[in-house]
């Protein structure tokens, strides 16, 4: 793809998240080491959107342009690989701005520290902890709720019972 002469090749996966009935889509970037669960959060993601208007961006190679723009080799659009299956067709957008990035290979703390990354020229995206044993079944509406959060400005807060 042309588009990716300047973009900063990546091992992770990206989504366009619907947090809400009619709103622009929120680019989310999945990161972690292989097996992690960034496919299988994708797929729940897309899969359980209560809107129905999620998709997948790209699956194990991520393409972000100079600005955030994150994209996947045409050979790759439209394409997740699921566990014990192989690769199936999803919906699927051909970019989206990433707003926030996710790592599935750190562990989730109750209010976690959160970093700012760059991921390419202009792309300083929050990189939230995102792996949290026995909260699965919760993850992808957890993740429709904190990038909500993030739209708003709100990044890394106190907990509740630490306020007066």
Do not use: W
């Not at 972690?32 to 959060?41: H, R």
């Not at 700012?116 to 509406?141: N, Q």
């Amino acid at each position: 793809m042309n588009g990716h002469m300047s973009a900063v090749p990546l091992h992770a996966t990206a989504i366009a998240l619907a947090v809400d009935a009619d709103g622009p889509l929120a680019g989310v970037l999945l990161l972690g080491p292989s097996g992690s669960g960034k496919s299988t959060l994708a797929l729940a993601a897309i899969e359980t959107c209560p809107f129905r208007r999620s998709a997948l961006v790209a699956d194990d190679q991520v393409a972000i342009a100079p600005g955030g723009a994150a994209s996947a080799p045409e050979p790759l659009e439209g394409l997740i690989e699921v566990r014990g299956y192989g690769p199936a067709r999803v919906p699927f957008v051909k970019s989206a701005r990433l707003v926030a990035a996710f790592d599935r290979g750190l562990d989730a703390p109750r209010v976690p520290v959160i970093e700012i990354r760059s991921f390419a020229p202009g792309a300083d995206l929050p990189v939230i902890p995102f792996r949290r044993a026995g909260a699965e079944a919760a993850a992808a509406h957890r993740l429709r709720v904190i990038v909500r959060q993030v739209l708003c400005g709100q990044i890394g807060e106190d907990p509740q019972d630490a306020r007066p």
